[in-house]
């Protein structure tokens, strides 16, 4: 099993930047698909980001483009969204995801979340205006 820890949430104004770090235990960490989804009040959870294991490509959802990077260091065993030029409309709770075990998957298969095996318990980002 793997289990995964998020980090790095916090309070921000609007325009500023945080690095969101996912710290997973497992030996078969680098076989997995790491994704990055988002949960505001009132709304269900969104896709933001992911990179598959294969080749480290990576996906975005078109709001976050040029704005988050995610990337992954395997010996590490962790994945890190870094997010600039924050908005108040991004402002949730960020939660870390392992899964869709596939060499290489597309983009669709990356935004569905019933394709990740394990959830971390999420960090709040806040974004004041």
């Known amino acids: 099993q793997v289990q995964l820890v998020e980090s790095g949430g916090g309070l921000v104004q609007a325009g500023g930047s945080l690095r969101l770090s996912c710290a997973a235990s497992?030996?078969?960490?680098?076989?997995?698909?790491m994704g990055w989804f988002r949960q505001a009040p009132g709304k269900e959870r969104e896709f933001v980001a992911a990179i598959r294991w294969s080749d480290s490509r990576t996906y975005y959802e078109d709001s976050v483009k040029g704005r988050f990077t995610i990337s992954r260091d395997n010996a590490k065993n962790t994945v890190y969204l870094q997010m600039n030029s924050l908005k108040p409309e991004d402002a949730a709770v960020y939660y870390c995801a392992a899964g869709h075990r596939l060499e290489y998957l597309t983009i669709v298969q990356a935004m569905d979340s019933n394709g990740y095996d394990y959830w971390g318990q999420g960090t709040q980002v806040t974004v004041s205006s």
């Open positions: 497992g030996r078969t960490f680098s076989s997995y698909t």
